[in-house]
């Protein structure tokens, strides 16, 4: 089977409503592999990342995978998937800590990518002070905004 006929029926199927771990990951990992998927699906891989964002709670496994497919995206449609974003970082349970294990944070690569992109700061630093977002998010944000008053 060819990947783009892999690529159709993962997105069939989580598009469906339908969470399946192995797809999810498989997906990521073609996107991943062949950026062209990227630009061609574009707005189904979207929808996929905000169909699927509560099923992240509790599972960094889960969240490297949606973060790996919301990496190129980033890029694209910061603004969505800033949005998408913030509602991934709201379950998750820990203080973001600088020198901790980054497998305990697999959405801050993806935070670090939209921080560059002056629209989607001003929203992750709208949604950290109206303190309806998790605490990870909150904590990261305070951090680099006390590194940018350093720099």
Not at 94 to 112: K, T, Y
Not at 132 to 142: D, E, I, T
Request: net charge positive; aromatic share 10%; with cysteine.
């Amino acid at each position: 089977m060819s990947k783009k006929k892999k690529v159709i029926i993962a997105l069939e199927t989580l598009l469906s409503g339908y969470y399946c771990p192995i797809l999810f990951a498989g997906l990521a990992y073609l996107i991943t592999a062949s950026p062209e998927f990227v630009c061609e699906f574009k707005n189904q891989l979207l929808r996929v990342l905000e169909l699927h964002v509560e099923n992240l709670e509790g599972y960094s496994q889960r969240a490297f995978y949606w973060a790996a497919i919301a990496k190129p995206l980033a890029q694209k449609e910061p603004l969505r998937v800033c949005q998408a974003a913030i509602k991934a970082c709201t379950s998750h349970p820990n203080f973001f800590q600088l020198g901790i294990n980054p497998h305990m944070f697999p959405l801050v690569s993806l935070l670090e990518l939209l921080w560059d992109d002056p629209q989607a700061r001003a929203c992750l630093i709208k949604a950290a002070q109206t303190g309806q977002v998790g605490r990870q998010l909150q904590s990261w944000v305070k951090h680099k905004c006390q590194r940018r008053k350093l720099q």
